[in-house]
């Protein structure tokens, strides 16, 4: 039997939104549902539902998953895994601490830390008439700005925050941008293989 091609549409993603509300798993959106949560309608298609939690609450996200069929993936780490269900749906954890300053720090494979500012937890943004958390703009844009190279989808997503919120994009996130116009800080530097192998997985 042929694999699967994930996606992850609207309904469902509302669905895992809620029961993870109703667990009392706090929990904000990134990738390409992000993008359009706070755009506030579906602009494309998503492969999977990216989110990200704080560790403490790994261990009860992973149990509810499973309960309803969802298997880690390979490739992942305690952090960051994608788990399955076997019919098309995907969820891409990436899970974090809080420091004292309110910023979530997670933790790449290779040891390095990965820092989200703490203003960008205070994105809101609508799924199917559901008030959802999720990265600011700002945020979402700082994200897709180092570590990687930009795929089509990237320029497209990045685009609509710039046009809805007039959010300043970096000329790498431009379309015929150079991805190499800005030097990246050693953090960022320690990023890109995490970044890039992230991406393989997300959207």
Same mark, same amino acid.
């Given at each position: 039997m042929a694999a699967m091609n994930p996606e992850m549409p609207a309904e469902a993603?509302?669905? !895992? !939104? %809620?029961? #993870? $509300?109703?667990?009392?798993?706090?929990?904000?959106l990134d990738g390409g549902w992000a993008v359009d949560a706070v =755009?506030?309608?579906?602009?494309? !298609? /998503?492969? +999977? !539902? +990216?989110?990200?939690?704080? =560790?403490a609450d790994l261990p009860r996200m992973r149990q509810l998953l *499973?309960? @309803?069929?969802? %298997?880690?993936?390979? &490739?992942?780490? $305690?952090?960051?895994?994608?788990l399955a269900d076997g019919r098309g749906l995907e969820v891409d954890l990436h899970a974090i601490v809080f420091d004292n300053a309110g910023n979530g720090v997670y933790r790449m494979e290779n040891g390095a830390d990965w820092t989200f500012p703490? /203003? &960008? #937890?205070? &994105?809101? *943004?609508?799924?199917l008439g559901l008030t959802v958390r999720c990265l600011s703009p700002e945020v979402q844009v700082l994200c897709h700005a180092h570590g990687y190279v930009p795929t089509e989808k990237d320029l497209r997503d990045m685009g609509l925050l710039?046009? %809805? #919120? *007039?959010?300043?994009?970096?000329?790498?996130?431009?379309? &015929? *941008?150079?991805?190499?116009?800005?030097?990246?800080?050693?953090?960022?530097?320690?990023?890109? /293989? $995490? @970044?890039?192998?992230?991406r393989g997985r997300m959207r």
């Open positions: 993603a509302v669905r !895992l !939104l %809620r029961l #993870f $509300e109703a667990a009392g798993i706090e929990v904000w =755009v506030g309608e579906q602009t494309r !298609l /998503h492969k +999977d !539902l +990216d989110i990200i939690l704080q =560790v *499973g309960e @309803r069929g969802f %298997r880690p993936q390979p &490739g992942g780490t $305690e952090p960051n895994l994608v703490a /203003h &960008g #937890f205070a &994105g809101r *943004g609508d799924l710039e046009a %809805r #919120f *007039g959010v300043e994009l970096p000329p790498q996130l431009r379309r &015929g *941008g150079d991805e190499n116009s800005r030097e990246p800080t050693a953090q960022q530097a320690a990023a890109a /293989h $995490e @970044r890039r192998a992230r």
